[in-house]
């Protein structure tokens, strides 16, 4: 950026000494800088002035930084408010992103990082001002991600909320719930979407191979290792890493891990030189970690390192609306890959699909309907070319509250004459008699229907 004297930015920081350092800093790289001294006095300025940035420390003694954060976003939601925050209370930081503010840095400042987090902050600004990229809140439009239901659009807000952050994100959530999805919209919304996005499957290789998968190798490091081989991290340099499955990683790793996220550096197995990576974290597991940290399966302070934000994905059973959007979704794509016609869902196969608690939840439904889609026969996809999963479990699961609908001519008569079967104790002369039939009809149609 060039020298830019129309900046104006607001330092707020109890310290005297850090206030100076950073007003200095700021007029050196040609900004204007205010300060505050607490919340109240930032709130009072940002409800005189106008600021093109906000940098504010968490931790304040007239009211505090979390505090001033939300009285600010209430007065002009549009001045991105940076938090600065130590090492030790990152959790402080999640709260604040949370509430709205734009990122935040971990103390001691590194000058490179709160330039550009600063740059970017305010560029972000200038494009709300022009109108721009709200396209971000429509969260979803170009992400693949289908979902309506609250909990899903909850996520998706919170995802349009932290993907322009460096925070590092852990996703949770089940298997097949869509957490990769989740990864690859965070980077796409991220600034880092011109950057690489690597995935790293940490459960698919064994403790040795991960490491040089991860970190590089340098030739003749190990048997087999004939040439010199750049890391996944160094991969991902300027982009982001997906850690995929890391509640499987061993503890050794785990350490490794830890101490990249802290140096911002790497070493190539059997290498001595520290090469410096800008990476940013996504991480997810279908493990519980909080138990793995409190069982020591999982090192605590690699936990905190991770779970700065936490997005949890709902299970499929926990959002049934989702369902008949998801699966007509999916019934037009595979439609479409397989070059078949399709017209529909029939009422019962789509009753079926909402009432099926889907432990493998997404991905389940999504290799149900692929599946029905390549088996259907007629123009609508019906329970019998679901998977036998489903039609064991609809057997066993008649909707108890749903009576009997008849759709055609033929079974309503067929349902009333089960109906005064019933009524008669199985008196077929009685039944026929009610139903203004002959008895001879009668048996004939409770043969041609079947009846028992
Ligand atoms: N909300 C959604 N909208 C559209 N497709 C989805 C959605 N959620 C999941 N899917 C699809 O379901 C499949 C499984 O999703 P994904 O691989 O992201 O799950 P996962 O949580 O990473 O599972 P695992 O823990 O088994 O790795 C993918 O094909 C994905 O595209
Ligand atoms: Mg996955």
Known sequence: MKKNTNVKILVVDDEKVHRFMLTSLFREWGWQAAEADDGITAVAAVREGAFDAILMDVRMTAMDGMEALQRINAINPAIPVVIMTAYSSVDSAVEAIKMGAH???????DFDRLRQTLEVAMQH???GEEGRPDELREAGADTGIIGASKPMRELLDMVVQVAPTEASILITGESGTGKELIA???????????????????AALAENLLESELFGHEKGAFTGADRRREGRFLQADGGTLFLDEIGETAPAMQAKLLRVLQEHEVQRVGGQDTIKVDVRIIAATNRDLEQDVASGRFREDLYYRLNVV?????PLRERHGDIPL?????????????????????????????????????????????????LMRGEYLDVGVMPLALQRWAGENVSAEQPEEPA?????????????????GGNRSEAARRLQITRKTLLNKIRNYNIQ
């Open 184 to 202: 690859s919209a965070l980077h796409n919304q991220s600034l880092r979407v011109n950057g690489p996005l690597v995935k790293v499957n940490c």
């Open 310 to 314: 936490v997005l949890h994905m709902p």
């Open 103 to 109: 990122d935040y840095l971990t103390k001691p400042l």
């Open 326 to 374: 998801l699966a007509q979704h999916f019934l037009k794509f595979y439609a479409h890959r397989n070059k078949r016609q399709v017209a529909g869902i029939t009422p019962e196969c789509m009753d079926l699909l909402v009432r099926y608690p889907w432990p493998g939840n997404v991905r389940e439904l999504e290799n149900s309907i692929e599946r029905g889609v390549i």
């Open 408 to 424: 055609t001519l033929k079974d309503a008569e067929r349902i009333l004459i089960v109906k005064t079967l019933e009524e008669t």
């Open 125 to 127: 600004k200038r494009q």
